[in-house]
């Protein structure tokens, strides 16, 4: 009897002690606070992956302004960066001769239109970019005196590696991205029939008659490599991978409380968002970005939409 009644008091405690495990586990659950992330929509994009080269402003058509006499410089009144026209006068030369004579008219009154300074004429229009004289300055016949370039000749010269060939092709659409930010479109409109040794790149060319850039400006050109019109995209912080970069996922939120993890196959990628391709995710459902790093799957987590 006595072990009958102790069977049924052991039996009450370990319903109880059950019960209270139960509580105690309920409350924790209860108690466990959600985890606070940031989210963004999957939308849909027209995405474009570039290819992008080095490059350097160059004039194309420079002339140079020479002597065609000895003497000395009696005028000269131009600076780098001004202006000058074809046939304009750039420059006034006496000589040697000119100053010897200069006795003799006193004599000979018909001398006299011999000892007026030689007049140098530039031969073409355009902006001075290099002055090698001053005035009194003693210069030979056919010294070059100056250098002129025609901003309407202003390219960019493009590096592009020969693997590239087949993307890269005169009338190809491009964009000029200045170091100031700034970005001038143009289009290819030549290239050089020889590669470098060395890098194995090819030199393709975009005219720029009408923008006003100075010469040896290193600039990067891009132009598009692929294009996807419709991609379903999300923000580039909201992909996450493993160390060996082999496997990708996202943070998907459902039931606008738990984070679950969906595996996605990475595809064109720009600056701030990657195209994605699977088979669970659609446009608008909302995917971790900030706050999900390893974080569980079926996490309960928080959000403001």
């Known amino acids: 009897m006595k072990i009958h009644y102790l069977k049924h008091i052991v039996?009450?405690?370990l319903v109880i002690n059950l019960t209270s495990c139960k509580k105690n586990v309920v409350t924790v659950l209860e108690n466990k606070a959600p985890i606070k992330v940031n989210v963004a929509k999957v939308e849909q994009n027209d995405i474009k992956e570039y290819l992008i080269f080095n490059g350097v402003s160059q004039y194309q058509r420079k002339e140079n302004i020479r002597a065609n006499v000895t003497g000395f410089i009696s005028w000269m009144d131009y600076k780098i960066g001004d202006n000058i026209?074809?046939?304009?006068?750039?420059?006034?030369?006496?000589?040697?001769?000119?100053?010897?004579?200069?006795e003799a008219?006193?004599?000979?009154?018909?001398?006299?239109?011999?000892?007026?300074?030689?007049?140098?004429?530039?031969?073409?229009?355009?902006?001075?970019?290099?002055?090698n004289i001053t005035g009194n300055d003693y210069v030979a016949e056919g010294d070059v005196l100056a250098t002129v370039v025609q901003p309407k000749s202003l390219v960019v010269q493009v590096n592009v590696p020969y693997e590239y060939e087949d993307y890269i092709s005169i009338g190809t659409n491009c964009e000029i991205l200045l170091q100031n930010e700034a970005i001038i479109s143009g289009k290819i409109s030549g290239k050089l029939p020889t590669i470098d040794?060395?890098?194995?790149?090819?030199?393709?060319?975009?005219?720029?008659?009408?923008?006003?850039?100075?010469?040896?400006?290193?600039?990067?050109?891009r132009t598009i490599y692929k294009e996807d019109v419709i991609a379903m995209t999300i923000p580039k912080n909201a992909?996450?991978?493993?160390?060996l970069l082999s496997d990708f996922w996202v943070l998907k939120i459902v039931n606008d409380s738990i984070a679950i993890k969906q595996k996605v196959v990475p595809l064109l990628k720009n600056d701030s968002i990657i195209q994605i391709k699977s088979e669970v995710l659609k446009v608008n459902d909302f995917v971790i970005t900030k706050g999900g790093y390893q974080m569980q799957?079926?996490?309960?987590?928080?959000?403001?939409?």
Do not use: M, W
Request: proline content about 3%; charged content about 20%; glycine content about 2%.
């Open 105 to 131: 008219v006193k004599i000979d009154s018909s001398l006299s239109k011999f000892v007026n300074a030689i007049t140098i004429r530039s031969n073409a229009t355009g902006v001075f970019t290099v002055l």
């Open 11 to 13: 039996i009450i405690v």
């Open 297 to 305: 799957d079926s996490t309960i987590v928080s959000f403001k939409k």
């Open 197 to 221: 040794p060395v890098a194995q790149s090819q030199v393709y060319l975009i005219a720029l008659p009408n923008e006003n850039l100075p010469e040896n400006l290193n600039v990067q050109v």
């Open 239 to 243: 992909l996450q991978t493993n160390e």
């Open 85 to 102: 026209r074809n046939g304009q006068i750039f420059a006034s030369v006496r000589t040697k001769e000119q100053d010897a004579l200069k």
